[in-house]
């Protein structure tokens, strides 16, 4: 696989057009993340955008969450997440997705990820 390259970028309007499907709704908060620091945006040239963040969980163990992703032939992304987490010492990477169906045999096999639990939600 190709090496890709990472830029961090603030929010703009073609990364929030782009990701518009991965945002399930919360592109309101997820952009005041990204504002306040406390989530990261990404460029990544012929592939497209990520929203990524760290959390911490447990004491001295953090996990990178892919919170929203989109574009092209993403593949690259992921594979270019796991070499940093890798090398940065973090032990693991997470996201929810609203597809599962569609990223069974296309991603989660692919890239090794495991399931490890449903969400569901009811609002009022």
Known sequence: M????????????????TLQPAFAGDEIAIKLDVERGFATLWH???????????????????ELVLVAWAGQNTGPIVEHAQNVCQSKGIQSIRFHTHHPEKLINRF????????VQTVYRWES
Not at 7 to 15: G, L, S
Not at 47 to 62: A, F, K, M, N
Request: glycine fraction near 10%.
């Open 2 to 17: 190709t090496a890709v390259k990472w830029v961090q970028i603030e929010w703009c309007d073609e990364a929030a057009t």
């Open 108 to 115: 989660v096999k692919r890239w090794g990820f495991g399931r």
């Open 44 to 62: 990544v040239p012929e592939h497209g955008y990520i929203v990524t963040r760290l959390e911490d969980i447990e004491p001295g163990v953090q």
